[in-house]
């Protein structure tokens, strides 16, 4: 397994991290097989959707945002509510599968990283796995 560092900027933004992971998954030398991806963080998540026009993220970041607002009638008081709501709701985990050495993504599709409770440094775990 590896783990990648990924960096954040804001509270709420949605990171390509397609190269990286691909990259990971050129090194492994595994033709065929499937690409484990999680985030071991209780704040962020993980996700695939449209890597080919930037808009689409930053509408999903906006979307969760207006979905589930900062302030709200919260219990927990680290004043980071919000962000573990989105990430239960993205989820912590993606599988996909590996076809001639490369993620089998469709033509627009990317690996995003969800940041919710930003800026941090965060990790997030590769696993490649052979047929």
């Known amino acids: 397994m590896q783990t990648l560092s990924v960096k954040t900027d804001r509270r709420t933004q949605l990171v390509d991290v397609t190269a990286q992971v691909q990259k990971v998954v050129a090194s492994s030398g595994v033709a065929s097989g499937i690409c484990y991806l999680y985030v071991p963080h209780t704040t962020a998540a993980i996700t695939i959707n449209e890597c080919g026009d930037p808009n689409v993220a930053r509408d999903v ?20 509510s919000d962000s ?46 052979a047929d």
Do not use: M
């Open 61 to 80: 970041e906006g979307a969760l945002d207006r979905l589930i607002p900062t302030e709200g009638p919260y219990r927990h008081s680290e004043g980071n």
């Open 84 to 129: 573990h709501v989105k990430a239960v709701l993205v989820g912590t985990s993606q599988i996909i599968p590996i076809e001639g050495g490369k993620l089998a993504l469709g033509r627009w599709q990317g690996v995003f990283f969800c940041e919710f409770d930003g800026p941090r440094n965060r990790l997030l775990q590769v696993k490649v796995v």
